[in-house]
Nanobody
Framework: QVQLVESGGGLVQAGASLRLSCAAS????????TAWFRQAPGKEREFVAA??????QLYYADSVKGRFTISRDNTKVYLQMNSLKPEDTAVYFC?????????????????WGQGTQVTVSS
């Protein structure tokens, strides 16, 4: 089992940047593909970005491409968010999957963190 703990969320103005972190408990973390999803009030949870195990290939939702960057090391996954927009407001979750390439469906992910709130004011 992998325990995931997100941090780094907050309230910022449009155009600002935030860096989210997700710490993993398991030494096997590096064997998983990892991803960030987000869920805005009243909306479905949606894929944001993923990074594959081994080769570290990157995948992004069209809505964040060019503004967000996912990265990882052996124990953490990060999401650098630049040029934030009010529509980026959501709870952000990190998660892991044993699949390659990393899927975009939340049902294909095994373990989830509790989420961190990101609020972007206009």
């Amino acid at each position: 089992q992998v325990q995931l703990v997100e941090s780094g969320g907050g309230l910022v103005q449009a155009g600002a940047s935030l860096r989210l972190s997700c710490a993993a408990s398991a030494p096997t973390f590096a064997t998983y593909s990892t991803a960030w999803f987000r869920q805005a009030p009243g909306k479905e949870r949606e894929f944001v970005a993923a990074i594959s195990r081994s080769l570290g290939q990157l995948y992004y939702a069209d809505s964040v491409k060019g503004r967000f960057t996912i990265s990882r090391d052996n124990t953490k996954v990060y999401l650098q968010m630049n040029s934030l927009k009010p529509e980026d407001t959501a709870v952000y979750f990190c998660t892991v999957s044993s699949l390659y390439p990393p899927p975009r469906a939340q049902g294909d992910y095994l373990y989830w963190g509790q989420g961190t709130q990101v609020t972007v004011s206009s």
